[in-house]
């Protein structure tokens, strides 16, 4: 149980172009899903949160207008990155919360999205 | 703001040797831990977390960390290494502030030497 999937694994576009990122909760619905940003050999960093039907929720220095983020159900949200560069290419790790009232305090993470832009 | 730092970017051991990663944290707030697990282009796998019960808590694959207040450390243990425990691992921190969104360690990369 507890499956996150994420499509594509990775995906090259050109610069300038855009890309979406799916993530999609299998066996449970998810109140909170988590977008992260893995650099090479680096740690996460977390870009944003969203709940199902709400905007998200962007941390400092993350450009909303550029990762574009729908969480349009409770198994599914979505990370566009808009007019992709090269600097934009990265890891893109996504996970997501079950109701604190069944699971508390746990993600489930996807297998992440290797993004190149060229 | 909350805060983890893992000491050594790097650890290596012998196979059945133990292994012991380092974790420390920084929260104004009562923390819950956690440590991950990632192998190569995959996801993070939960090894185990601590959310206020009890200080030492058991994970998967032999895993274990021990919470110390005192120490601000939440350091993970595993008594015998296998070479399938090598493997980059992360220590994370939830900011309920941020709807539990973590906050991770700069990871350690595990090797086992045979």
């Known amino acids: 149980g507890a499956v996150v999937s994420q499509h594509p694994s990775w995906v090259i576009c050109k610069s300038g172009t855009s890309v979406k990122i799916e993530c999609r909760s299998l066996d449970f619905q998810a109140t909170t899903m988590f977008w992260y940003r893995q650099f090479p050999k680096q740690s996460l960093m977390l870009m944003a949160t969203?709940?199902?039907?709400?905007?998200?929720?962007?941390e400092q220095g993350v450009e909303k207008d550029k990762f574009l983020i729908n969480h349009a159900s409770l198994t599914l949200s979505t990370l566009t990155v808009t007019s992709a560069h090269p600097e934009d290419s990265s890891f893109y790790i996504c996970?997501?919360?079950?109701?604190?009232?069944?699971?508390?305090?746990?993600?489930?993470f996807g297998p992440g999205t290797r993004l190149t832009v060229t | 703001a909350q805060s983890v730092t893992q000491l050594g970017s790097h650890v290596s051991v012998s196979e059945g040797a133990l292994v012991l990663l380092r974790c420390n944290y920084s929260s104004s707030v009562p923390p819950y831990l956690f440590w991950y697990v990632q192998y190569p282009n995959q996801g993070l796998q939960l090894l185990l977390k601590?959310?206020?019960?009890?200080?030492l808590v058991k994970g998967i694959n032999g895993f274990e960390a021990e919470f110390k207040k005192s120490e601000t450390s939440f350091h993970l243990t595993k008594p015998s290494a296998h070479m399938s425990d090598a493997a980059e691992y992360f220590c994370a921190v939830s900011d309920l502030g941020r709807a539990d969104g973590l906050t991770f360690g700069k990871g350690t990369h595990l090797i086992i030497q045979p």
């Open positions: 969203s709940n199902e039907g709400s905007k998200a929720t962007y």
């Open positions: 601590y959310t206020s019960a009890a200080t």
């Open positions: 996970s997501a919360s079950p109701p604190r009232t069944i699971v508390p305090y746990e993600q489930y």
